[in-house]
């Protein structure tokens, strides 16, 4: 089974700034089924990237998402006040089917 | 407007049963794959269980043989039995779900868990 490690746990950076957050799967993964996850304090995630790169209805331009095989990334070309959150990465595994997060990369002023 | 709202949960002892709810609004249920996905207490979101929308279903290591993920169409309902609950099953529980099974598009509020004596 694939596990999903992202890095770092958590980012510390202000407003304008460049985010580069990594997910790294144990084994080679197909990137159609690698996923982006937004979260913030008390709400439900959001999905912000599907298919390691293909932004979700209404996320805007600053996100973008890229990585084949084992490592991809998620980046935000410059951070807004809202978008200090915590972002996990998701598989979709087909052999055992399964949809493992990872961990979990928290953004921080 | 898409809408997914989860019901059913609460207090609940070790060793005992609880059932909780997904009701689905806004898009086409009977044709989505819907999971359940939860979050304990400070910790990272966690897979539970996969249902297609012809009702196979997949479950994480750490629940299977105690949770039964089910769904009604004719009610756009997905429902989440769970037995044999244990401490770290404590956590916020979401209804999540989308037109692809690699990805979930639509997330409910959730609905909180707490097993303890």
């Known amino acids: 089974e694939i596990v999903l490690t992202q890095s770092p746990g958590t980012l510390s950076l202000s407003p304008g700034e460049r985010a580069t957050l990594s997910c790294r799967a144990s084994?080679?993964?197909?990137?159609?089924?690698l996923a982006w996850y937004q979260q913030k304090p008390g709400q439900a995630p959001r999905l912000l990237i599907y298919g390691a790169s293909n932004r979700a209805t209404g996320i805007p331009d600053r996100f973008s998402g890229s990585g084949s095989g084992t490592d991809f990334t998620l980046t935000i070309s410059r951070l807004e006040p809202e978008d200090f959150a915590v972002y996990y990465c998701?598989?979709?595994?087909?052999?055992?089917?399964?949809?493992?997060f990872g961990g979990g990369t928290k953004v921080e002023v | 407007e898409v809408q997914l709202v989860e019901s059913g949960g609460g207090l609940v002892q070790p060793g005992g049963s609880m059932r909780v709810s997904c009701a689905a609004s806004g898009f086409s249920f009977s044709s989505t794959y819907m999971s359940w996905v939860r979050q304990a207490p400070g910790k990272g979101l966690e897979w539970v269980s996969l249902i297609y929308s012809g009702g196979s279903t997949y479950y994480a290591d750490s629940v299977r043989g105690r949770f039964t993920i089910s769904r009604d169409n004719s009610k756009n309902t997905l429902s989440l039995e769970m037995n044999s609950l244990r401490a770290d099953d404590t956590a916020v529980y979401y209804c999540?779900?989308?037109?692809?099974?690699?990805?979930?598009?639509?997330w409910g509020r959730g609905t909180l868990v707490t097993v303890s004596s």
């Open positions: 084994q080679s993964v197909t990137s159609s089924y």
């Open positions: 999540a779900g989308g037109v692809s099974r690699y990805y979930f598009d639509y």
């Open positions: 998701q598989h979709y595994g087909s052999s055992p089917r399964v949809l493992p």
